[in-house]
């Protein structure tokens, strides 16, 4: 039997699995990925998530937070609600949250502010913080460095970075969550050579389904959907690169992500 594996970022309530949300899961249960932690990106899409995860109690697990793209809708209510559903049992982290200077989709001004209030409730509520960021690492860094000292565990997910900030991020104590960006030969080669130097208690690998099909799947899938299934795929092109074996990543990254969410 292949060591289970958690699938620390899936976003399963996005709409392209409303038509097959429940063989999704069962799939993913068939390639030993028993275990997920739903991403919640926007008020709705946290309570969409902590629904699903309740619908499968010890099994999915959700996240609830506003993601920098939705930063502008950030305001005294959406934090309350944020605060109400970490109360949640199946709730495990706060986030997605964070910065993403790439897109640009809410004012930077509104994105670092949903940014620290939701490292405020990470302290306060003493849960474990889901990281975004991308193309702001000078920013994020300025905001979370003072911060992490009061929280208990934070994981920068889908980590795309290069040795400099990983390196920052690991100073920060930070976990490093890796996606199929690594399995892309372009793109992808960067994170390859430097993804050895992320201690293997740090490390933990995501879907982040539906987006980032591993591109080294063979055979290659009818559609460019993500599923949580495929993180075995993550799994295999993290190892190679790492130049370690495919079940010692499994049972170091499964015990970290049981650590890290609690779970
Ligand atoms: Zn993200």
């Not at 609830?64 to 199946?90: F, I, Q």
């Not at 509104?110 to 849960?127: D, G, M, P, S």
């Not at 040795?163 to 960067?190: F, H, P, V």
């Not at 389904?209 to 949580?228: F, I, Q, S």
Request: charge should be negative.
């Amino acid at each position: 039997m292949p060591i289970d594996l958690i699938d620390i970022g899936a976003n399963l309530t996005h709409d392209s699995f409303d038509d097959d949300r429940d063989e999704v899961i069962q799939r993913a249960s068939d390639a030993g990925v028993h275990r997920m932690i739903l991403t919640g990106s926007s008020e709705q899409g946290s309570r969409d998530a902590l629904e699903l995860a309740e619908s499968r109690p010890g099994r999915l697990f959700a996240t609830a937070g506003v993601h920098p793209h939705h930063a502008s809708d950030y305001s005294d209510p959406v934090h309350a609600m944020l605060n109400e559903l970490s109360s949640k049992k199946a709730v495990v982290a706060v986030g997605e949250c964070g910065l993403d200077y790439f897109r640009n989709f809410s004012p930077q001004d509104h994105q670092r502010n949903a940014f620290r209030r939701q490292l405020e409730l990470a302290k306060e509520t003493q849960l474990p913080v889901f990281l975004h960021q991308r193309d702001a690492h000078e920013d994020f860094v300025e905001i979370l460095a003072p911060a992490i000292v009061d929280i208990t565990r934070a994981v920068a997910h889908c980590f795309t970075g290069g040795a400099e900030e990983l390196s920052a991020y690991l100073d920060l104590g930070l976990y490093i969550g890796i996606t199929g960006w690594i399995c892309d030969e372009r793109r992808g080669r960067n994170l390859q050579q430097i993804v050895s130097q992320i201690p293997l208690d740090r490390l933990m690998i995501e879907t982040d389904a539906p987006y980032l099909l591993p591109r080294t799947l063979d055979p290659k899938p009818k559609t460019r959907r993500n599923e949580p299934m495929y993180l075995r795929e993550v799994l295999r092109a993290v190892a190679e690169a790492m130049g370690q074996s495919e079940p010692d990543v499994a049972v170091a990254t499964t015990e970290n992500a049981e650590r890290f969410f609690a779970i």
